[in-house]
């Protein structure tokens, strides 16, 4: 009987559709998007909103909360950085995607912070799309072109057992607000060792920029969000 339930709760899932809300002020592209998502089986736009502050409103008087938020940043009445904050502190466990047209490193790391769960340009291809959307949905978060394509898995790595207490010090730092030769200024050493160090986490935990790292950093409780 438990195989059996087994096996019906993973055909269960495999044709599940779930459900997707769009937060983004250009209709052109939010309708386009609604459209890309109607042609994947396993996903449906459900509603479509212009700024932060209609979803917000939406939030607080549905029942049902989305499986996924796509949310853009840059809105106006309310943006993506402040939409985020309250859906952190009212609704912590619901999963985001940050919508970006440029990859402005100190924004997205700034999304990232306040609980988003990855990160898309608006000019990414649909096949890393839906990607990015199955990853959000099984495994919490995405992890773009920034790391490695097994950041998907679900497996937990104790990467921060092959770390050294100063880097785990510079990472904790990294995630901050702070430029890299501030962090430099806070530890003490030389922006060619700050190079050093940022080179060896990047190696270590298989991604290629801060956004990365930091992201790394969140799914991982490597550091607090």
């Known amino acids: ?109 700034k999304m990232i912070k306040a609980g988003c769960r990855g990160y898309l340009l608006k000019d990414i291809e649909p096949d890393e799309f839906l990607l990015a959307l199955n990853c959000v949905n099984e495994s919490g978060y995405y992890l773009n072109e920034e790391s490695s394509v097994a950041s998907c898995s679900t497996g937990k790595e104790k990467i921060a057992d092959r770390l050294s207490h100063r880097e785990l010090e510079f990472l904790h730092l990294a995630c901050s607000e702070l430029t890299y030769k501030q962090v430099a200024d806070e530890m003490n050493l030389s922006p060619k060792t700050i190079d050093g160090y940022r080179e060896n986490l990047f190696n270590k935990l298989n991604v290629r920029s801060r956004v990365g790292l930091v992201l790394y950093a969140v799914k991982n409780k490597m550091v607090a969000v």
Not at 51 to 75: S, Y
Request: net charge negative; proline share 3%.
């Open 1 to 109: 009987m438990g195989e059996l339930s087994y096996l019906y709760t993973i055909l269960q899932s495999k044709y599940m559709v779930h459900s997707v809300i769009i937060v983004d002020d250009h209709n052109l592209f939010a309708q386009s998007l609604k459209g890309l998502i109607a042609s994947f089986q396993n996903f449906e736009v459900v509603e479509i909103f212009k700024n932060g502050q209609e979803l917000i409103d939406h939030l607080l008087t549905c029942e049902n909360k989305p499986d996924i938020i796509l949310l853009d940043v840059r809105m106006p009445v309310m943006n993506g950085i402040e939409t985020m904050e309250w859906v952190r502190k009212h609704l912590p466990k619901q999963k985001v995607l940050a919508l970006t047209m440029e990859h402005d490193e100190d924004t997205i790391i």
